[in-house]
């Protein structure tokens, strides 16, 4: 059974930083390797944005515009997760964050429950 548990939300003043993880279970390492990593968001009354992605393997990344320059997304393929460090938080950046992990070869798609995330002073 397949199982992604985000960690590491809370409440962050404007101008902090938040590191969110995501721990995966059900694979073993090169499995978990394979699959693309994502962390998508979704603010109330707002649709579910990808926030960013990293491809197997850690090839490449790839950021929604709203968080480049202030979000990086690394992931360690032993310990099988993938963490987004985030900095200069905005009251806008204030959403349930969800852990993603696709494969495209043969369409498996699992999803985290969700960690709140809420910036405000």
């Known amino acids: 059974q397949v199982k992604l548990v985000e960690s590491g939300g809370g409440l962050v003043q404007p101008g902090g930083s938040l590191r969110l993880s995501c721990a995966a279970s059900?694979?073993?390492?090169?499995?978990?390797?394979?699959?693309?990593m994502s962390w998508y968001r979704q603010a109330p009354g707002k649709e579910r944005e990808l926030v960013a992605s990293?491809?197997?393997?850690?090839?490449?990344?790839n950021y929604g515009d709203s968080v480049k320059g202030r979000f990086t997304i690394s992931r360690d393929d032993v310990k099988k997760m993938v963490s987004v460090q985030m900095n200069s938080l905005k009251p806008e950046d204030t959403a349930v964050y969800y852990c993603m992990a696709d494969r495209r070869v043969d369409g498996r798609q699992y999803w985290g429950q969700g960690t709140q995330v809420t910036v405000s002073s």
């Open positions: 059900g694979f073993t390492a090169f499995t978990f390797s394979t699959y693309a």
């Open positions: 990293i491809a197997p393997f850690g090839s490449s990344t």
